[in-house]
């Protein structure tokens, strides 16, 4: 983890602060991002730039709450994205990154269309966690990965975590 990396963790951490579920939930998104963007070989910036986006993907999710009283995809998406800016901003993170980062997390339940491995990691991992947390179906998991599964390491992982 890069000194920005860890500056927008700890910062995120406040933000979500009292929210032990939430806190868990990006913190497991990034491990799984990071592992998978070493795995797949990403350069150093691209590295950084997606565990950064590991840690705030959910960030819409408490505006979301707020305003509509529910978490749904489309609303997290949206809130989301303005949110984050925000959030890197104050941690001095570039705007050339802020953006793109802001664009995932904008499209992070979105699965067509998607431009860069990022977003494709991003994705991967999300999807690994929340299979866990909502307790899929083999069948359910079986289906996503040949739905939106992309890189190597991620179908490891989701093979060897869920049996496949």
């Known amino acids: 983890m890069t000194a920005l990396t860890y500056k927008v963790f700890w910062a995120m ?14 913190t497991k998104v990034h491990e799984y991002a990071s592992l998978i963007g070493k795995a797949e070989n990403l350069d150093d910036e691209t590295q950084e730039l997606l565990e950064i986006t590991a840690i705030v993907h959910d ?4 505006l979301s709450m707020e305003k509509y009283g529910n978490c749904a995809g489309p609303n997290q998406e949206k809130e989301g994205a303005v949110e984050s800016l925000k959030l ?27 431009d860069g491995i990022d977003w494709q990691i991003i994705l991967e991992a999300d999807y690994l966690v929340n299979a866990y947390e909502s307790n899929h179906s083999k069948e359910t998991i079986r289906n996503s990965k040949e739905s939106f599964f992309r890189t190597e390491s991620g179908k490891k992982l989701l093979d060897i975590m869920f049996d496949l």
């Open 13 to 26: 951490c406040e933000y979500d602060r009292g929210d032990a579920r939430r806190i868990q939930h990006f």
């Open 59 to 62: 960030i819409g999710i408490k």
């Open 88 to 114: 890197l901003r104050e941690c001095g993170v570039s705007e050339e990154t802020a953006e793109r980062v802001s664009f995932i997390v904008g499209h992070h339940h979105t699965y067509t269309g998607i």
